[in-house]
């Protein structure tokens, strides 16, 4: 869909409001077929990690319950905990207004990032360095 500022035509502004207030679910994948997958704990809110899902990954974590995404780096569909066994189980899947981020509540079966940090989000920026969180 593209929209012309001053020129919207009522068949765009339609297909925005369903996809931004209504109940189908279309989600929005950028220019390389991904979208932003924020994970937290489902029992206690903590951010856990951001990753990123193509359509394959969505579908499998659909059908399976265990969080999958898209590897940018190996090109492939990836089970989060395929090697390491601590597989983040779907809870509840949130999608945000114009349907181009998720946020997926998690419960996970051990450390979430792969340095065994229970969060990928383990350090702060504190005068330009890095320190422990």
């Known amino acids: 869909m ?3 500022p001053g020129r919207c035509s009522a068949s765009d502004a339609r297909m925005s409001d369903e996809r931004e207030t209504g ?6 994948f ?10 937290t704990n489902a029992e206690n809110g903590a951010l ?8 394959e990954a969505l579908d499998a974590t659909l059908a399976t319950g265990k969080v999958h995404f898209h590897s940018r780096s190996r090109d492939r569909l990836w089970m989060k905990g395929e090697s390491s066994g601590h597989f983040l189980n779907l809870v509840e899947i949130l999608v945000d207004c114009d349907q181009d981020a998720l946020l997926i509540k ?8 792969h340095t065994g940090a229970q969060s990928c989000f383990y350090r ?10």
């Not at 109940?23 to 929005?28: G, H, I």
């Not at 998690?106 to 990032?113: F, I, M, S, V």
Request: glycine fraction near 8%.
């Open 2 to 4: 593209t929209l012309h």
């Open 23 to 28: 109940s189908v679910f279309d989600p929005k």
């Open 30 to 39: 950028d220019d390389s077929g991904l979208l932003s997958a924020v994970v």
């Open 48 to 55: 856990l990690m951001v990753g990123y899902m193509d359509q």
């Open 106 to 113: 998690a419960k996970p079966d051990g450390p979430t990032c």
């Open 124 to 133: 702060r920026l504190v005068d330009g360095k890095l320190v422990p969180a």
